[in-house]
């Protein structure tokens, strides 16, 4: 039983090295286009038609048409774009990316296709902001990554400086007075304010920097040479002016309808469609997961046990680094670091598993380690004497009281997975809290949308938490 516990072990942590070396590759011919997934009027989720809309969108159809190349879009956070650069994982970025001496020595830029300012936002009945001098002693809210948030960090005499993820998030902070103002990119503040503010808000006069947005590419890239054609073509014929009047003109406001105000359940109801997409790939990469992570949890659970000290070494190193790490960070070390350092790529999906995967492992080891060392000693000795070999005391006697012991503690990491599958969001998985996030990019119904979101998740814990009542009860674990 020993020296099967210690093969089990050796070749499951071969198996991981080779799962985590395995390149996942998009068709040679399909270059991979990253965007941000929530930049309105850039680019946006359409929840019409579940697509992708924009200026950035249109312009890289037209470019993509112009060059002659076929793309795939690929919809992720704006914090993950650089890094994917680097990595190779996308051959273009189109996602409002400020052009900067510090961006410039990890990836490349095309020639500048869109030049904008920073703009502050604040709201209508503060008459106290009128400047830029008046930001001092106020609390700003900003988007993180990004060139706004850099500025903002610089500026004398502000106070407090709240960085958010998604844009539409330092919005509601502004609204419900936790943020004096936000900073931010002028087209966008521009077009929340004429939208979907409700004239809530209002815009300052002064822009406080210019700056020019470029397409980016890896660094050393044939693409940028074609792209700064493309755009020079479309400049010159008119189709670039057509996109901007479309998406910056007036008529693009006043196309659009106005959010009704208070709450208002028919977005959620119009949402649910791709929340239930979202919710799929949650359930997927739970399943997968924990269905791994019980067998990297037995496996180096009983290689907490073992006698053999290599063994136990491995095991106790790889329980307590997963478990003094945040899953955030290793899903981004294993989607964005170990590519980088080992040169492939990377399925994000893939890589939300062996996340989950081998963060449960870690917890679920400990449960099982504890499960059996719970079963008093004097009944191995029991089977022993009775002429059971090791492994049948282990099969017959052992583990059937070590694994009802364990059923409670495991359904607990069962749903904390469940839970945990959200903070994926950061490798541009598209699981349901990624979802809800960035339909509310799109309209501003966050209170409406985050609350079926909710509702989502507590449907699926309750579903397991139910399974494994009655699993309890057919067990008789009291």
């Keep these: 039983m020993k020296h099967i516990r210690q093969k089990g072990i050796l070749s499951l942590i071969i198996f991981i090295a080779c799962l985590l070396a395995t390149p996942v590759h998009a068709q040679e011919d399909v270059l991979q286009v990253g965007t941000d997934t929530n930049y309105v009027p850039f680019e946006f989720?359409?929840?019409?038609?579940?697509?992708?809309?924009?200026?950035?969108?249109?312009?890289?159809?037209a470019i993509a048409e112009e060059v002659g190349f076929e793309y795939e879009l690929k919809p992720m956070d704006f914090a993950g774009i650089v890094p994917a650069l680097q990595t190779e994982q996308l051959d273009i970025a189109i996602a409002g990316i400020s052009m900067d001496d510090e961006k410039e020595k990890t990836v490349d830029f095309s020639m500048p296709y869109y030049d904008a300012g920073t703009g502050v936002?604040?709201?209508?009945?503060?008459?106290?902001?009128?400047?830029?001098?008046?930001?001092?002693?106020?609390t700003v809210a900003t988007k993180q990554g990004t060139a706004s948030y850099e500025y903002v960090t610089n500026l004398d005499g502000v106070e407090d400086v709240v960085p958010f993820p998604n844009i539409d998030q330092a919005y509601m902070e502004l609204l419900k007075g936790s943020a004096?103002?936000?900073?931010?990119?002028?087209?966008?503040?521009?077009?929340?304010?004429?939208?979907?503010a409700e004239g809530k808000v209002r815009m300052l006069d002064e822009l406080l920097e210019g700056q020019t947005f470029g397409i980016a590419f890896p660094k050393g890239s044939p693409l940028k040479i074609k792209v700064d054609e493309a755009l020079t073509t479309l400049k010159e014929d008119g189709t670039f002016d057509e996109l901007h009047e479309k998406w910056?003109?007036?008529?693009?406001?006043?196309?659009?309808?106005q959010s009704s105000s208070g709450l208002d359940w028919s977005f959620a109801i119009k949402a649910l469609?791709?929340?239930?997409?979202?919710?799929?790939?949650?359930?997927?990469?739970?399943?997968?997961?924990?269905?791994?992570?019980?067998?990297?949890?037995?496996?180096?659970?009983?290689?907490?046990?073992?006698?053999?000290?290599?063994?136990?070494?491995?095991?106790?190193?790889?329980?307590?680094v997963v478990r003094g790490t945040p899953i955030m960070i290793q899903a981004l070390y294993i989607y964005f670091a170990?590519?980088?350092?080992?040169?492939?790529?990377?399925?994000?999906?893939?890589?939300?598993?062996?996340?989950?995967?081998?963060?449960?492992g870690a917890y679920i080891a400990e449960i099982v380690r504890g499960g059996v060392e719970g079963v008093d000693k004097g009944q191995v000795e029991a089977g022993r004497s009775l002429g059971l070999t090791h492994m049948q005391t282990t099969y017959k006697i052992v583990w059937p009281q070590a694994f009802k012991r364990m059923i409670p503690p495991l359904g607990n990491q069962f749903i904390i997975s469940l839970k945990d599958t959200s903070l994926l969001t950061m490798i541009g998985v598209g699981e349901l809290t990624r979802q809800g996030t960035i339909i509310v990019a799109s309209n501003f119904r966050s209170v409406e949308i985050y609350t079926v979101v909710g509702l989502m998740y507590l449907a699926m814990t309750l579903s397991i938490s139910l399974i494994l009542r009655q699993i309890e009860k057919r067990m008789d674990i009291k």
């Excluded at 902001?129 to 930001?135: E, N, R």
């Excluded at 170990?338 to 449960?360: R, W």
């Design 45 to 61: 989720l359409d929840e019409e038609t579940g697509e992708y809309v924009g200026f950035d969108i249109d312009l890289i159809d």
């Design 121 to 138: 936002l604040v709201r209508s009945d503060d008459d106290d902001i009128q400047d830029l001098d008046d930001l001092a002693g106020k």
């Design 180 to 196: 004096d103002a936000v900073v931010f990119d002028s087209p966008s503040l521009e077009y929340y304010m004429n939208t979907n």
């Design 248 to 257: 910056f003109g007036e008529a693009a406001t006043e196309a659009l309808e």
């Design 273 to 320: 469609p791709l929340l239930l997409q979202g919710a799929k790939y949650t359930i997927l990469i739970t399943v997968l997961g924990l269905i791994f992570g019980l067998i990297i949890g037995v496996l180096f659970g009983f290689g907490r046990l073992a006698e053999n000290k290599l063994i136990y070494g491995l095991s106790s190193i790889y329980v307590e």
């Design 338 to 360: 170990i590519p980088m350092l080992l040169n492939f790529d990377i399925n994000a999906v893939v890589a939300g598993v062996i996340a989950i995967s081998i963060n449960a």
